[in-house]
C-alpha cells in the first residue's frame, strides 16, 4: 500500500506525477487554499503534506497527526510553517531553494523598471483614450544609468537582482546580516550600513525573508530615512514593509513610486487605500510564476516529500536539525 499524503493544491504536474507515482495523494481541488481547520482534518490519516505558502503549518496542524513524517513547502519562503514546532517534534520540512532565483530576480527587474518608467499608468492612459499627441512632459520617468540600487538581503535572489542592475549601469549597493566578499567582487557591489543604503539609494529593492527582524523593517522612520524620491520593490514577504507608513511616505511625494509583488494580506483587500495610488504598482504574488520555474518547484516539493516519507533526507531540508536529534 502506498503511503497517504495530503497535497494542498493542483500543482504542476512536473510535481503531481511523481508524488501520485510514489504516493496515495489526496488532492485539494479547489482554487482556493483549505481553510486551516479542514487542513488539520485532512492530514489526520497522512504521512506527509505538500503545503503551499498559503498553509499555515503551526504546531496544532502538527499534533493532528503524530504520525506525520514530513512537510514539504511549494516555495523558498517558508514563514508560514512553525519551524521550531516541526523541529521539536522531529518534523523534517523541505523548501525549494534556486530553482526560482532567475525568475524573481527578472520579475523584481521588471517592476523596477516598469515603475521607474510609468509602464503601467502609460498603459492605462493609452487604455482609457486619453492619449492626444506626443508630450514634452508626459509621464516623465526615472533614468536607472547612473542610478543607485540598494539591495536588502544579498543572498541568491539578491545577487540575481545585482547581476541584472550591473547590465543598466546602476551602482549598487547592499546590506545583510553577513557580508558576501566574492559576490561583491563578481558583481561590482559594495557593503554598506542600513542607513547608508537607505539614504543614498534612488531604488530599494527587498530580497530578505520574514523573520522576527525584518517584520516591519521598513516603517516610518526607515521611509523618512530614504532618499526624496527614491522607489521601493519588494518581492520577498509583504509583512516586511508597514503599509500605512508606506501609504503616507507614497502620498506626502517622499517615495516617488512603490512596486509590491508581496502585500499584508494577501490579497490586499480592496477597501486598503495603496490601491488608490497611481504611483503604486501591485502584482499577485506572481515573482516566480513562469512556467519553467514552477514546473521545478513543483518537482522538488515532490522530491522532498517522497523522501520524507521513505525516511531519507530531504534534499532541500530548511531544519536538518531533525536529523542530528536521531
Ligand atoms: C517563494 O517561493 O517563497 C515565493 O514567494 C513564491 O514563489
Redesign the pocket.
Known sequence: MKPKVFVSRIIPDQGLELVRQACDAEIWQDEMPPPHEVLLEKIRDKVGLLSL?TDRTDAALLDANPQLRVVSNM???YDNIDIKAATERGVPVGN?PGV?TEA?ADFAFALLMASARNIVQGADYVRAGKWKTWGPKLLLGADLAGATLGLIGFGRIGQAVAQRARGFNMRILYNDLRRVPEAEKTIGASFVDLDTLLKESDFVSIHTDLNAQSRHLFNAATFAKMKRGAILINTARGPIVDQTALYDALRNGHLRAAALD?TDPEPLPMDNPLHTLQNCLIAP?I??ATDNTRGK?AEMAARNLIAGINGERLPTCVNPEVYDRK
Open positions: 505558502l516555495a523558498v519562503g525549494t526560482l524573481t508581496v504574488h515573482a516566480s518547484m
